[in-house]
């Protein structure tokens, strides 16, 4: 169970599905022999489905637990910044804002013809294949037995985008003009995000 304190929930499917694509390096969790086994791997979703794709090492022995039927966690991790207490106008705690969604899906393993169309859905995404070096299937044919591939189908998605919505907007305000002057990545990120979030209408019971 994600906690996620309802001013933090986003229940928007394109804005989550926004979250999955930008974040597709994920974490697989599974619950192993008792023990939480986890693997990361690329995640990408079917534009025509909705379901995720993926695929992990047949060595690696996490691969074992990921059979037709069985659950795993999906787990993308977005964009996060540190919030300084000096940045609010009222005396306040240290914390962090981030975006994170939870996917969980019962797995559909793919073969032959099945898994080779799924390697090129996921090569497609990453790679250019104008570049030299690009692998064509012909060549990719021969290391398909090396690697486990699934559909991942949707069962449950939460998503929390924990963007300060609950503090005043001057406050948040405060907090995007900071995060914008830094030039990490992640702190730009949420910044945009704040923005996108301050300029949306608020949800129902909240006007």
């Known amino acids: 169970m994600l906690y996620s304190p309802a001013r933090f929930v ?3 499917d394109k804005v989550i599905n ?4 930008s974040a597709p390096f994920a974490m697989l969790i599974s ?10 791997a690329p995640v990408v979703p079917d534009a025509d489905t909705g379901w995720l794709l993926s695929h992990v090492a047949c060595a690696n022995p996490h691969s ?3 059979v037709d039927g069985a659950e ?3 787990v993308f991790n977005g964009p996060h910044a540190y919030i300084s207490p000096s940045w609010y106008g009222e005396a306040s705690v240290p914390t962090w804002n981030y975006v994170v969604v939870h996917a969980r899906c019962r797995v559909h393993v793919q073969s032959g ?5 799924l390697l090129d859905t ?3 995404t990453f790679d250019d294949a104008t570049q030299p070096g690009h692998q064509s299937r012909e060549a990719r044919a021969p290391l398909l037995k090396m690697i486990h591939c699934f559909r991942l189908e949707p069962l449950q998605i939460d998503a929390k985008f924990k963007l300060s919505q609950n503090k005043p907007k001057a406050d948040q305000q405060q907090i995007i003009a900071k995060l914008s002057q830094q030039e990490d990545e992640n702190a730009q990120a949420v910044a945009s995000l704040m923005l996108r979030k301050l300029a ?3 949800p129902s019971g909240e006007h």
């Open 10 to 12: 986003e229940t928007n």
């Open 18 to 21: 926004e979250a999955i694509t």
């Open 31 to 40: 619950v192993v022999d008792g023990a939480p086994t986890v693997t990361h």
């Open 64 to 66: 074992a637990a990921l």
């Open 72 to 74: 795993v966690l999906v």
């Open 113 to 117: 013809d099945a898994a080779q169309a």
């Open 122 to 124: 996921l090569t497609a």
């Open 200 to 202: 949306s209408p608020p």
